[in-house]
């Protein structure tokens, strides 16, 4: 029942009591619910116009109606509360929307004083209070979200209970959290059941206690049945976090599945979900199609909503555009990630882990795009190559500051041991095969007393293993082959298969270590095994693969095995992988003489010899190191979403219905 908290007079009581209950209703379950002014007669026409016009999703007419109010009558807190209200969820302006909410509310007081009389007009004060505790959420005020709360709760209905337990937990007041999200359950009101639950699932994340997580989240998901045709996508996609978070990649994908066939939720998206697992399992096909889907999904809800997880999805691709060896749109991608963050107020991550792992995609990034230009240079004119390599010295350089903004993000020391646990809410959502990157940037001790720390904490089953990965890496720089290769081999006995690329950066490792031992079939049979997964893991690491030549033809053809050979992808040997060469023709091929990967290439009529050899050779080169997903530029652009408007004006401005709010 909604209503005021201040006592009413006797007469009109139950009429007045009925429109309080219809109006506070519509607007503690939608911010465009219809509500019915019928009985408040001492709203200005103009006002109410506008006030529906809002509510309808018709904000450029609201807009337009709420100006000439304020023009006619700059004290009218109606006109000021349309502006915000428009610039909020028509415009996603928060702190425009700020701005004239706190003129509103200053307006309201100044003319009815801080408690409203029991007129029609309290009304207004409600909105506007409700609205400042949203505007507030959205630009991550908490204190002040807590604050317009209690106001709202000591003189209205219904009370803001389990509300209250988001700004706590983002403010790290876990107990105080917690005791809010009690509150609201123990109420028996279902909508607060459901706010709570959903708090709850992210309250015990953020405090640590994954598996209470995995459990509060589950809870969350099967309040209405686990059914996506009777809820909302957000509580499957919190559920399918905290799988990811006890190594449950299995569940966590299903879930997420079920996720794009629910309603759609103001935040969070179920197809980013799905591609950064596809990415981790080497599903390059899967991933694609699950990336294709995101711009569809993010137009599907409101404007204000709409931009709240670009980087999400920036990120997603990024790693995706990364492993298929797209250096250049990787890079154009993280370079937007560093340059505009997003807000974080509907997220429970911590942001500087955000911004890490965005720094050392870019790092990634731009280290290959730097090997790439070396690649593309074969053959190419003696001043053609040296160009190549001063590009590559600019992209190196970019990688080398990247690293530093990513050292920079991980000076805390609680926050960069927690980058190590992956799946947990300290590693945010770093990507595992992303991590031994750090070993680069922060050095091997750094990390190898990180991972010892993280992995001293850590009780979850199967974390071990990541934690074998990560020391793997380390102990490869610091110059143990041995330990390194063991600390391997122990990590891919341990790792699902559903973690495929940290998988092929082991076998990586595995390689390099037993080539440095001397252990050239133990060397050769790892090579194979990872280039099967991840062809350009070793692309992305700047090494060289041991590798003997099978010419096959005239002079010619030597000089294309010459070309190859001369490569800085292949360190020419006694022993390794085979390259066959062949007129117009190369092929990498295994121990087991499995092909790896090949090329033919028909030459053009008058084409020059070396011209051929080198359009060989380089076509070689991305067969070779990258997996074979083919996109064209306009692919490319529509994953990225820029050949679409990111906002449609006839949609978002006349008419769009936004789901509940989460």
Not at 329 to 348: F, I, V
Not at 629 to 655: A, C, E, I, K, Y
């Amino acid at each position: 029942m909604a209503a005021v908290r201040r006592r009413q007079p006797p007469a009109g009581r139950a009429a007045l009591a009925a429109l309080l209950s219809a109006a506070l209703c519509a607007i503690g379950t939608g911010v465009h619910a219809q509500l019915d002014l019928s009985g408040d007669a001492a709203i200005a026409l103009d006002e109410e116009r506008a006030l529906a016009e809002a509510q309808q999703g018709n904000h450029i007419k609201a807009r337009e109606i709420a100006e000439s109010v304020v023009r006619a009558n700059p004290r009218s807190y109606a006109g000021h509360f349309v502006l915000g209200f428009v610039h909020h969820y028509g415009e996603a302006n928060f702190a425009r929307a700020l701005y004239h909410q706190d003129r509103a509310l200053a307006l309201f007081v100044e003319q009815h004083g801080a408690e409203p009389a029991p007129t029609g007009r309290w009304i207004w004060h409600a909105r506007i209070l409700r609205e400042l505790v949203w505007t507030h959420g959205n630009l991550e005020h908490y204190e002040e979200q807590l604050a317009y709360m209690a106001r709202y709760t000591e003189l209205y209905e219904p009370d803001m209970i389990a509300e209250r337990a988001w700004p706590l937990m983002k403010l790290r007041r876990f107990d105080e959290a917690r005791a809010a999200a009690r509150a609201g359950e123990m109420t028996g009101d279902p909508r607060q059941r459901e706010i709570a639950l959903n708090a709850r699932c992210a309250i015990e994340f953020e405090a640590g206690d994954n598996q209470a997580g995995y459990d509060a989240c589950r809870e969350a998901m099967m309040l209405r049945g686990g059914d996506p045709s009777a809820q909302g996508a957000v509580d499957f996609t919190n559920f399918a976090e905290a799988a990811r978070s006890v190594f449950r990649l299995d569940e966590a994908e299903r879930v997420d599945l079920l996720a794009t066939e629910a309603q759609v939720s103001w935040y969070g998206n179920p197809w980013v979900e799905l591609a950064e697992l596809y990415v981790r399992g080497a599903r390059y096909v899967e991933a694609l199609g699950a990336l294709r889907e995101v711009p569809g999904y993010r137009d599907r809800r409101p404007p204000h909503a709409r931009d709240a997880d670009r980087n999400e999805s920036r990120r997603a691709l990024a790693s995706f555009f990364l492993v298929v060896g797209r250096a250049e749109d990787a890079q154009g991608l993280t370079e937007k990630m560093l340059n505009a963050p997003d807000r974080r107020a509907h997220n429970s991550r911590d942001p500087a882990q955000d911004r890490a792992i965005a720094a050392l995609l870019h790092r990634a990034a731009s280290k290959l795009r730097a090997e790439q230009r070396v690649e593309q240079a074969i053959g190419a004119p003696w001043y053609e190559r040296g160009w190549a390599w001063v590009e590559s010295l600019g992209d190196r350089f970019d990688a080398w500051l990247s690293g530093r903004t990513a050292a920079k993000n991980l000076a805390d020391e609680e926050r960069l041991v927690g980058t190590f646990m992956i799946g947990t809410h300290r590693s945010a959502v770093m990507p595992p095969w992303l991590v031994g990157e750090l070993t680069d940037v922060l050095g091997a001790g750094v990390v190898r007393e990180s991972v010892r720390r993280a992995r001293a904490e850590d009780d979850r089953d199967g974390s071990d293993a990541y934690y074998d990965a990560f020391e793997a890496d380390a102990a490869l720089a610091a110059g143990e082959p041995e330990q390194a290769r063991n600390l391997a081999e122990r990590a891919l006995a341990g790792l699902q298969q559903a973690e495929a690329l940290l998988r092929a950066r082991m076998l990586a490792i595995v390689a390099e270590s037993s080539r440095q031992l001397g252990d050239g079939a133990r060397a050769t049979e790892a090579y194979g095994e990872a280039f099967q997964s991840d062809p350009g893991v070793f692309r992305r690491l700047g090494w060289a693969v041991p590798v003997r030549f099978e010419v096959r033809g005239d002079a010619s053809v030597e000089e294309l095995a010459d070309l190859i050979a001369g490569s800085p992808r292949f360190d020419v040997s006694d022993w390794g992988l085979r390259v066959q060469v062949a007129p117009g023709s190369a092929c990498l091929v295994d121990d087991g003489d499995a092909q790896l990967a090949c090329t033919e290439v028909t030459s053009e009529p008058n084409e020059d010899a070396d011209d051929f050899h080198a359009r060989v050779a380089r076509d070689f080169h991305e067969r070779v190191f990258a997996p074979r997903v083919d996109l064209s530029q306009s692919d490319v652009n529509s994953l990225d979403g820029s050949n679409r408007v990111s906002r449609d004006p006839l949609r978002t401005m006349f008419g769009h219905e936004p789901p509940p709010r989460e």
